[in-house]
């Protein structure tokens, strides 16, 4: 979405067929946290002042996915893209283990809302119920997290909702063919620590 010419940020809904994050909540969450730090400001265009909207109360709302959005750097005009890069790759701190920490907590909310929409992904390639994805699915996701990356992790999702989709083909009922998944998930993590 960036613009180096113009130093800003295309709107994200102009994105065509990528997707800018796994849910659009959590877009929400990612484009509210850059505008808190902020890294990020409201490009001052006519289409920006149009999606905001005053509250009587002094508040006001706005529509992330449509508004466009500029770096919060003092001249950034003057700044080349690979000199941007450079700055944003540069981590300072005092305390590096605890940045290693932070960034392993962001890798685990990424990897998990990355697991989440691949498993709603299948649930409806192989037409399993999505309410019938409770809570014991979830914890077996950040389970899969604790030990292995987003990929194994699709790997392992994949062959445990195509075992369960196969094993729905024997006639059981649907939702005792979506409890087992969690069976194959435990399967497939057992199999793949050994």
Request: hydrophobic fraction near 35%.
């Amino acid at each position: 979405l960036y613009d180096e010419n113009n130093h800003s940020f295309k709107s994200i809904d102009s994105l065509d067929g990528i997707k800018f994050a796994p849910t659009m909540k959590y877009g929400f969450s990612i484009i509210n946290e850059l505008l808190q730090y902020p890294l990020i400001k409201l490009k001052n265009t006519q289409n920006t002042i149009n999606g905001i909207t005053f509250n009587e109360n002094g508040s006001y709302s706005y529509t992330p996915y449509m508004n466009e959005y500029q770096l919060n750097i003092v001249n950034s005009h003057l700044l080349d893209f690979s000199d941007i890069v450079k700055n944003c790759e540069y981590i300072y701190s005092d305390d590096i283990q605890e940045t290693k920490r932070e960034a392993l907590d962001l890798w685990k909310k990424i990897g998990f809302q990355e697991l989440k929409e691949y498993t709603y992904y299948l649930f409806e390639k192989y037409n399993f119920y999505i309410k019938y994805i409770g809570d014991a699915i979830i914890e077996k996701l950040e389970l899969i997290l604790e030990d292995f990356s987003i990929s194994q992790g699709y790997a392992i999702l994949y062959s445990s909702v195509t075992g369960a989709a196969s094993y729905k083909q024997t006639g059981i009922a649907h939702k005792h063919a979506v409890y087992s998944i969690n069976t194959y998930i435990s399967n497939n993590i057992a199999k793949r620590k050994s």
